[in-house]
């Protein structure tokens, strides 16, 4: 899907970017590649089960969300 750009609001701390992404199924399976070797590390902060996706949402939104935060089924 595409989207126009969002409303910024700098009095909020609110900004906007658009992000453009391609599938390159050779690329990921490298980067998955660099984190079994060590090579590329990703801190997550919590893991979640997918029904506290509201609560997960509710945390980020009020600035609780301790960081990336993995849902799991």
Do not use: M, N, W
């Not at 899907?1 to 701390?13: A, D, I, K």
């Not at 970017?17 to 490298?30: K, W």
């Not at 919590?46 to 990336?68: I, M, N, T």
């Amino acid at each position: 899907s595409t989207t126009g750009p969002g409303p910024e609001e700098p009095g909020r701390g609110v900004r906007t970017a658009q992000v453009f992404v391609r599938g390159d199924a050779a690329r990921l399976a490298e980067l998955v590649a660099d984190v079994d070797r060590g090579e590329l590390r990703i801190h997550v902060a919590e893991r979640r089960p997918l029904s506290e996706l509201a609560e997960v949402h509710d945390a980020a939104v009020s600035g609780r969300l301790p960081g990336k935060t993995v849902l799991v089924p």
